[in-house]
């Protein structure tokens, strides 16, 4: 993904600025620890598609869902 454009995307949520670890999959917002997953060199900038950052900026999981 071109350096570029990155720095033309903001965070959905807080329109702030986003970055992204060299080889990461993931555009990363400090301000709202959340990671916006790069899909087939496409950024994915939907709140709902966005994880939560640990404490090493590396995107989790959620838990899964158990219904009953």
């Keep these: 993904m071109d350096t570029r454009l990155i720095e033309l995307l903001v965070c959905p949520v807080c ?5 992204r670890k060299p080889q990461g999959s993931y555009l990363i917002c400090h301000a709202d620890r959340l990671g916006f997953p790069i899909r ?10 966005a994880m939560p950052l640990d404490e090493h900026d ?8 158990t219904g009953a």
Excluded at 15 to 19: H, N
């Design 15 to 19: 329109k702030g600025p986003l970055q």
């Design 40 to 49: 087939d060199g496409i950024p994915v900038m939907l709140e709902n598609e």
């Design 58 to 65: 590396v995107p989790v999981a959620p838990a899964p869902r």
